[in-house]
Nanobody, 124 residues
Framework: QVQVVESGGGLVQPGGSLRLSCVAS????????IVWFRQAPGMEREFVAH????????FYVDSAKGRFVISRDSAKNTVFLQMNSLKPDDTAVYYC?????????????????WGQGTQVTVSS
């Protein structure tokens, strides 16, 4: 059974940085996508970033470009989301998800396996 578990959230001041981790297990993940979504209170779940597990190709929502970096450590089955220059609007629960497709799909419904989420709060 494929599982993903997120960690690394917390409270950070505006302009600060956080690195989220997503550990994947239960599969080989070749041909998979691993993505980060986020959900603020009262809002729909929003796509943030995508990485193709095999090629390492990445894709970002416009609001994340230039500030966030998604990367993977294949040896540790771990995907990271390095978040820099954080803003209060980045406050949300951040979720890691995966699916056995390499396509960049920005709809949450396309992903089969989800973690429990990790809270990120950007506030002074």
């Amino acid at each position: 059974q494929v599982q993903v578990v997120e960690s690394g959230g917390g409270l950070v001041q505006p302009g600060g940085s956080l690195r989220l981790s997503c550990v994947a297990s239960g599969g080989t993940f070749s041909g998979y996508s691993i993505v980060w979504f986020r959900q603020a209170p009262g809002m729909e779940r929003e796509f943030v970033a995508h990485i193709n597990w095999s090629s390492g190709h990445t894709f970002y929502v416009d609001s994340a470009k230039g500030r966030f970096v998604i990367s993977r450590d294949s040896a540790k089955n771990t995907v990271f989301l390095q978040m820099n220059s954080l803003k209060p609007d980045d406050t949300a629960v951040y979720y890691c998800a995966t699916s056995p497709s390499s396509l960049v799909i920005r709809s949450a419904g396309a992903y089969s396996y989800w973690g429990q989420g990790t809270q990120v709060t950007v506030s002074s």
